[in-house]
Every structure is written in structure tokens, then in C-alpha cells.
């Protein structure tokens, strides 16, 4: 991750922006996370989350998991007054550069909301794919006709939440693809209808999204936008 870009999280810019850390978001997100390892008989003895953040997802795999051994990653020194948070729940977790770190191979690599925010993703997910036998990945859509249109939801999740490249479902999984990655399975997550924080605006929009989804899914979201991509892969 370049300088400029990292400076945002290693510096308390990100903090101000996001108090919260969006915790509120993370027993959604897991839910979605355990429905695709339980479709795929996927269970992981260790596994870890790069750019976990606050902690607070894998505080929630950790309800569902087990005896799995959880790490978490991520560079932002302000995640650590959450992480004190989780000391029940048995989570190693580990401040720095993860591409720089001697880590454990892994079972299962959970990255969730992250490559829209790294500078250079290709060259951050050639050098991760070695490291784990399976990937999760939760890819926000940004781009759409719509948020193209309008311009302000694009900006707003770049001032507001650091996302600098910005996905379609199918740039999503050509970028894994490019990156050495075979896609197992993907889903929509449905976030336009069931995420924790949608707005009003998404709300008001809800009636004409179903019709077009209703017609046909992936038009409709690259129409409209308002979804999530999961998508469970593995080194090619």
C-alpha cells in the first residue's frame, strides 16, 4: 500500500470519519460468510482476517467456529482499542504490514471489504495467494450506471470510507481471475434490501430495485447498484 494511500489508516484520519468502525455491519456480514463455508463443507482449523479492523467479525466467527484459531491483520494503530474488546474470545491479532509478516498457512483467508481500498490489489493478492488453501472475499459494487450518473456516491465512499477502486461483479471476478484465483462459488448478498445500514435513500429506491432485479439480477445491479458480492476461491 502506497504512502499517501496508508497514511489514511495509520494516522487517525480514518478514525474520524468512522468511530464506529462500522461494527454494527459485522454479524450481517459473518452470517453471509458462514452460509457460504457451510454450502462448501469448508472448516477451517486456522484461519485469519487481513484488514480486519475493529475485530469485530471475527469476534462473530469466532460464536460460529469453534475451536478454530482466528489471527487478525490490519495497519491502522487505532484498530488496537477495540481489539482489547475480544480478549475473551481467543483471537491473536497483530498490527502491521501483512505482506511483510511470517504468518501460519492457512485454512481460510477472510479478506472483507478490503482490495477497494489497497493501492496496488493485483500485486497484493498474487503475493496472499499462496498463503491459504481458501479465500473469502466481500467486494462492495460501487460502480454502477447509476452511482456513474450521480458521481456523489462514488466520492462519498472515497472521502468517507478510503475506497479507491470501485467494482462491478464482473470486475470483481476478473480481477481474482487475473490474480491467479479459481472462483468456487459467488452470491449477491442482497445488501440493498437486508444491510444494517441502509439509508433512506436505498430505502426509497427498494421497490423499483426488486422489479428490475426480478427481471434480471445482474442489469438491475449494474443499473441501480445497492448490492455486495461474497465470493468464496482458491489458488489456481
Not at 460464536?63 to 481489539?83: E, N, Q, R, S, V
Request: charged share 25%.
Amino acid at each position: 500500500m502506497s504512502d499517501l494511500i496508508s497514511k489514511r489508516y495509520i494516522e487517525s484520519d480514518y478514525l474520524e470519519e468512522n468511530p464506529d468502525w462500522d461494527i454494527q455491519d459485522s454479524p450481517w456480514k459473518v452470517n453471509k460468510v458462514i452460509t457460504m463455508l457451510k454450502k462448501h463443507t469448508v472448516e477451517p482449523n486456522v484461519a485469519c482476517e487481513v484488514g480486519c479492523g475493529a475485530g469485530a467479525c471475527l469476534a462473530e466467527l469466532r460464536k460460529h467456529l469453534g475451536d478454530t484459531k482466528l489471527y487478525g491483520y490490519d495497519i491502522a494503530p487505532d484498530a488496537l482499542k477495540f481489539w482489547s474488546d475480544y480478549e475473551d474470545a481467543n483471537i491473536h491479532f497483530e498490527l502491521g504490514d501483512f505482506l511483510s509478516m511470517d504468518t501460519p498457512y492457512f485454512d481460510l483467508m477472510l479478506m472483507l471489504d478490503v482490495l477497494e481500498h489497497v493501492a496496488d490489489p493485483h500485486n497484493f493478492l498474487c503475493q496472499v495467494r499462496e498463503r491459504a488453501d481458501r479465500f473469502i472475499f466481500h467486494f462492495p459494487l460501487d460502480l454502477s450506471a447509476s452511482s456513474v450518473l450521480r458521481e456523489t456516491p462514488l466520492l462519498h465512499v472515497r472521502r468517507k470510507v478510503g475506497h479507491i477502486h470501485y467494482f462491478t461483479k464482473g470486475l470483481a471476478l476478473e480481477l481474482l481471475d487475473e490474480c491467479g484465483f479459481e472462483v468456487v462459488d459467488y452470491q449477491y448478498t442482497g445488501a440493498a434490501f437486508n444491510a444494517p445500514q441502509a439509508t433512506l435513500k436505498t430505502r426509497l429506491v427498494s421497490l423499483p430495485r426488486r422489479l428490475i432485479y426480478a427481471l434480471n439480477k445482474d442489469i438491475g445491479v449494474r443499473l441501480l447498484g445497492g448490492e455486495t458480492l461474497m465470493v468464496l476461491a482458491k489458488p489456481r
